[in-house]
């Protein structure tokens, strides 16, 4: 493998490694270029508009900047392009958002064509990722997901739509997947080479299976293989990045261009001031007190509310108070009241309770969220009998929780 050096990923034509650590180490997808290779993992349900901004505030306050990139929770293609009420209201980018990323969960190419010719013409993103990293078993039943991989010819029908709709436009379009289905299905090295080679601007891997689903620990070697097989533009790595110094790990280990964050950032959404400074040579920032927590709490409350309204809003925050609060000494009686509360003014009151001066707990940091157990994936009758088929899954149109 290639020892790191300082470079700036160049996108098309840029295979070297960069060094994580130097001030130089950037990232391009397409037109874009970040000033940390640091990118937000569309989660269902968390990553909308409200989170993106908190933590492009958190990220800004902290280093003065907001160098990576953040992308939308995922909104299925055939639901975009029906406009339905729930789908366009997931699409709510903020005002300041630039560049706006989009994630598309997609398996025909029709609709994907559809749906990506829509995000042009409508001026809806800058920036469109599909995700084919999905294990939960009602889409992957389906053939959706991960499953989807593993069907090439579709595959690359389904990313060769997207690229065609953005021609001639500067929106680049990414694609993220798993290792495979499980050990025995591998798909990732097919899967990068097919991206790249119908005009993907970057590609990101999730270095688990489909049958770890989120268990057990993420394979990195696997992203050091998809990287000497792809080499022409960026290779992402996501799983088990919980630190800035995993983070460092990852991209000296496996060479990758760039890294992806999912569960590392639950309750934590100031994680990427932190990799951008330690990405970037730059000082860290202070670990938050439980006083600066319960004021970031109390905005993520403020964006959902006006994201969704207050009383969904509230509903939203009571599951990231339990990310926030984790390790911190603040009592069941009172997590019990948080878990179910009804207003901002009930949120603020009841977060002024808290020890302000309690640092950061040293069990604080790691997993948070779903992690589950490894199992059989479920697939469609025959679906692995012949990996060329290019027949679009009946049923599989349906949203998902990423992957």
Known sequence: MTEPASSITEGAGSASVPDPTSRASRLRIGPFELSSPVVL???AGVT??????LCRELELARTGTVSGLYVC???TARALVERHPVTMHMTTFGPDENPRSMQLYTVDPRYTYEAAKMIIEENLADHIDMNFGCPVPKVTRKGGGSAIPYKRTLFRKIV???????????????VKFRIGIDDEHHTHLDAGRIAADEGAKAVALHARTASQRYSGLADWDEIARLKEQVTDIPVL???DIFEPADAVAMMQRTGCDGVVIGRGCLGRPWLFAELAAELNGLPAPAAPTLGEVAAIIVRHGELLADHHGEDKGMREIRKHVAWYLRGFPAGSDLRQRLSLVNTLAELRDLVATLPAEAPF????????GRQGSPAKVALPDGWLDDPDEDVVPAGAEVMHSGG
């Open 160 to 174: 060769a739509a997207a690229v065609r709709a953005t021609e001639g436009t500067d929106v680049p379009v990414t």
């Open 41 to 43: 993992a569309p989660m």
């Open 73 to 75: 929770e995922m909104v």
């Open 237 to 239: 790595g996501n799983g």
């Open 361 to 368: 707990p040293d069990d604080g940091h790691g997993p948070r």
């Open 48 to 53: 909308n508009v409200a989170f993106r901004t």
